[in-house]
Structure formats: C-alpha cells, structure tokens
C-alpha cells in the first residue's frame, strides 16, 4: 500500500479526524493493537503541539502527517511550517522529583522517544521535518 498522507490545520478540531485517520490506516495494514495504540498516542502528542505551540501565532499554518508501511516497521513523517523547534533536543523530563518541584513539559516527547524505535529531525526548506521509525 503506498503511503497516506493527512493534512493538518491549526485547529484543535482537526486532532480527532487525524486520531480517526491513523485508526484507519492502521486497520488497512493489520498494525498490532499494541503498536496501533503507540502510533496513536504518539501522533496526538507530536501534532498537539505543533498547534498549540508550533502556531500560535494566529496565523494559517499546515503540516503533513505522512504514514508508511515499510516491511514491519511504520514510518511517520511529520512536516510543517512553524518556527524550527528540534523536539530531540530537549532534555528527558525529571521524573523522579515530586510534581510541584518538576519543571512543566516534555513528557509528551518522552513518550514519543520510548514509544518509536528511531526518530530524526531536521530544518529544511523553512519547515520542521521529524520522521519516526515504530517497528512492529
């Protein structure tokens, strides 16, 4: 199956119809719940922020979410046109302190980095591009 590819706005309207749009996909490849859920959570969490962050400037923003079978791996590729912002670049999140001591953010990337196999970032073209590798 070749890829499939969604268009993202900068709505938070738009997380439920990507949720919908990876369930599908997912189906259509016979993706293990495990790893179906993992692409899930995954996804919500990466396009999350770039609407809630990434453009919050106000102004039209879109990014791509491509997804790929490759053998028994899931390739992610994630594009859009908000300010450079390297999620791989950030600290993993202390976890150990209490709540009201711990620095607010970035467990979602820490998900993001125990739930896939492999993850890229770079800038090109004005755009961010993370690609992420699920192995099955």
Same mark, same amino acid.
């Given at each position: 199956?070749?890829?499939?590819?969604?268009?993202?706005?900068?709505?938070? *309207? *738009?997380?439920s119809?990507?949720?919908?749009?990876?369930?599908?996909?997912?189906?259509e490849?016979?993706?293990?719940?495990?790893?179906?859920?993992? !692409?899930?959570?995954?996804? $919500?969490?990466?396009?999350?922020?770039?609407?809630?962050? @990434?453009?919050?400037? @106000? $102004?039209?923003?879109?990014?791509?979410?491509?997804?790929?079978?490759?053998?028994?791996?899931?390739?992610?590729?994630?594009?859009?046109? /908000?300010?450079?912002? *390297?999620? !791989?670049?950030?600290?993993?999140?202390?976890?150990?302190?209490? !709540?009201?001591?711990?620095?607010? @953010?970035?467990? /979602?990337?820490?998900?993001?980095?125990?739930?896939?196999?492999?993850?890229?970032?770079?800038?090109?073209?004005?755009?961010?591009?993370?690609? !992420?590798?699920?192995?099955?």
């Open positions: 199956m070749p890829a499939r590819t969604f268009r993202l706005g900068s709505s938070v *309207d *738009d997380l119809a990507l949720a919908a749009f990876v369930e599908a996909f997912c189906g490849q016979s993706i293990p719940d495990r790893a179906s859920f993992h !692409l899930g959570v995954v996804l $919500e969490e990466v396009a999350s922020n770039i609407v809630l962050h @990434g453009f919050a400037d @106000g $102004e039209a923003h879109e990014a791509t979410v491509t997804l790929s079978r490759e053998g028994d791996s899931v390739r992610i590729d994630v594009v859009d046109d /908000g300010p450079a912002f *390297d999620p !791989l670049s950030t600290a993993a999140p202390d976890t150990t302190s209490a !709540l009201i001591d711990r620095e607010v @953010g970035g467990l /979602g990337v820490e998900m993001m980095r125990k739930m896939t196999d492999s993850q890229t970032y770079r800038r090109e073209d004005g755009r961010n591009r993370l690609t !992420l590798v699920k192995r099955l």
